[in-house]
T-cell receptor, first 111, second 110 residues
Framework: GQQVMQIPQYQHVQEGEDFTTYCNSSTTLSNIQWYKQRPGGHPVFLIQLVKSGEVKKQKRLTFQFGEAKKNSSLHITATQTTDVGTYFCAEPTSGTYKYIFGTGTRLKVLA | NAGVTQTPKFQVLKTGQSMTLQCAQDMNHEYMSWYRQDPGMGLRLIHYSVGAGITDQGEVPNGYNVSRSTTEDFPLRLLSAAPSQTSVYFC?????????FGPGTRLTVT
């Protein structure tokens, strides 16, 4: 079945350091979504990527979709304590609206 | 505009009891879904719906039923609660390109 691997599982960084999480799929994707979940909160939609090689930026966050549309990354420049949380990718099962979430990367930022 | 609402926020059940988790959205979204999240884990899709009258199974559908009689509501029924169903349940609604999540229901089965 479809598998969504996310690495790393955990990441501790000093405030001001950069952070990257990677999402790898076993299948070619039509699109990929990224979500952030703060501790004790609910997932919040960040962005969707659709095109091969697409790069999108939201302030300090950079999202990239691989050329083969099988992987994606989220990069945060100069982390802040407000970036703390778990970052999930989510991908649709081919031809459906059935979204499967990755295992997530839990980010801790040390002030 | 309340977004996605879920009730109750907390629930304790005994093994074998049944109950319904409520989910409602006021954004006229066609797509709705239910996920469960176990401690320190990711989200696993239970059931989803692409419109009123249409539902389908997700990754972990056993022990749960859903129905979608209106665009707004998507209740999740636990038929006979088991301790393995202790989890946080999130409902979401959206379109093909994004989902909005409710605040969650924390369920404990003893």
């Amino acid at each position: 079945g479809q598998q969504v691997m996310q690495i790393p599982q955990y990441q501790h960084v000093q405030e001001g350091e950069d952070f990257t999480t990677y999402c790898n799929s076993s299948t070619t994707l039509s699109n990929i979504q990224w979500y952030k979940q703060r501790p004790g909160g609910h997932p919040v939609f960040l962005i969707q990527l659709v095109k091969s090689g697409e790069v999108k930026k939201q302030k300090r966050l950079t999202f990239q979709f691989g050329e083969a549309k099988k992987n994606s990354s989220l990069h945060i420049t100069a982390t802040q304590t407000t970036d703390v949380g778990t970052y999930f990718c989510a991908e649709p099962t081919s031809g459906t609206y059935k979204y499967i979430f990755g295992t997530g990367t839990r980010l801790k930022v040390l002030a | 505009n309340a977004g996605v609402t879920q009730t109750p926020k907390f629930q304790v059940l005994k093994t074998g009891q049944s109950m319904t988790l409520q989910c409602a959205q006021d954004m006229n979204h066609e797509y709705m879904s239910w996920y469960r999240q176990d401690p320190g884990m990711g989200l696993r899709l239970i059931h989803y719906s692409v419109g009123a009258g249409i539902t389908d199974q997700g990754e972990v559908p056993n022990g749960y039923n859903v129905s979608r009689s209106t665009t707004e509501d998507f209740p999740l029924r636990l038929l006979s609660a088991a301790p393995s169903q202790t989890s946080v349940y999130f409902c979401a609604s959206g379109r093909a390109y994004e989902q909005y999540f409710g605040p969650g229901t924390r369920l404990t089965v003893t």
